[in-house]
């Protein structure tokens, strides 16, 4: 990589030169591991304790308890309406804003033992129920992580998967 002058050309950097250099980028752009945007765990910012009852639920039991629901809703859809797509949808988000509703938890998320609440710890609203499922459902929401390991759905929702 070629490195750039001390004095700054008139008619813009030479070729084979950087626009920008990762040292300069690196005063404004946190990327992932920075310590600044970090707790000390995932969930610390948000109180949480660090491990056991409700602390934050860790990916991977999240992602389990998202595949059991996904196939309980397929089986039910494929013995009720033939194993049609939007059925399979419909009842993956029936699912949920009926169990995180009443029971703050839904089948899959019972046999990982994990739970959805509002920050801070009480139950979730029916609004916020019905926001999570909705941008659940639509899959990219749960791509964009935060630092804490929540997914867009529950930050938008205000809410928190945690450990029962």
């Known amino acids: 990589m070629a490195h750039r002058s001390e004095s700054p050309r008139p008619d813009g950097p030479r070729r084979g030169e950087p626009l920008i250099t990762r040292r300069e980028m690196a005063g404004w752009v946190d990327g992932p591991g920075s310590s600044i945007s970090r707790g000390r765990w995932p969930g610390d910012r948000l109180g949480l304790p660090e491990s056991g009852s409700t602390s934050l639920a860790r990916p991977m039991r999240r992602v389990g308890a998202l595949f059991l629901d996904w196939f309980l809703a397929y089986g039910l859809a494929a013995w009720l309406f033939g194993g049609h797509p939007m059925a399979v949808l419909a009842l ?24 959805v609440v509002q920050v801070g ?20 929401p749960l791509m964009i992580v935060d630092p804490d390991g929540r997914s867009l759905h529950d930050k938008a929702a205000g809410t928190v998967e945690i450990v029962m």
Not at 121 to 135: E, N, W
């Open 121 to 140: 710890g009480a139950s979730a609203s029916f609004g916020s129920v019905l926001l999570r499922t909705g941008l659940l459902v639509l899959v990219v």
């Open 92 to 115: 993956f988000a029936a699912m949920h804003v009926i169990g995180l509703s009443l029971l703050a938890t839904t089948v899959g998320k019972a046999i990982a033992r994990t739970q």
